[in-house]
């Protein structure tokens, strides 16, 4: 069916299909209890923290991860790092050097970073229409 193929090449498609993917594979993988951390827990409190401790849920297998946790603390490597990397770049479609996340090993610092490499990339022009657009949808 030409339309069906149409359709599945679509970015979004291909995006939505990704997620299901990984929804799938996030309820078949166990997870385990947070260890005893040096941090309270303090849960994400935006849309970009709750991805990076979702993709870190995914790859470290821990049910609950702070903010302000730290990635080698939870048990991460430079092995999963790497993943880690990976994964949050294919997320926010950014080029995310391996530095730059070894240099913002929580949550919150990594959120933070994200969110000035994605102003950078999009410029101050786009930014103001995308904040408009959110305003006139509420």
Known sequence: DLNQDIIEERPSYKKREKQEKEEEQDEKAS??????????????????????????????????????????????????AIQTISNIADEFDLELQPNVFFENPTVRGLSEKIVGMIIAAKGSDE??????????EQ
């Open 31 to 80: 997870s385990y209890e947070r260890p005893a951390l040096s941090t309270p827990f303090e849960p994400p409190s935006n849309e970009i923290e709750s991805a990076v401790a979702g993709i870190w849920k995914g790859i470290l297998g821990i049910d609950k991860i702070g903010i302000n946790d730290t990635f080698m603390e939870l048990g991460g490597n430079s092995l999963l």
């Open 127 to 136: 930014i103001e229409a995308m904040l408009k657009e959110i305003e006139n």
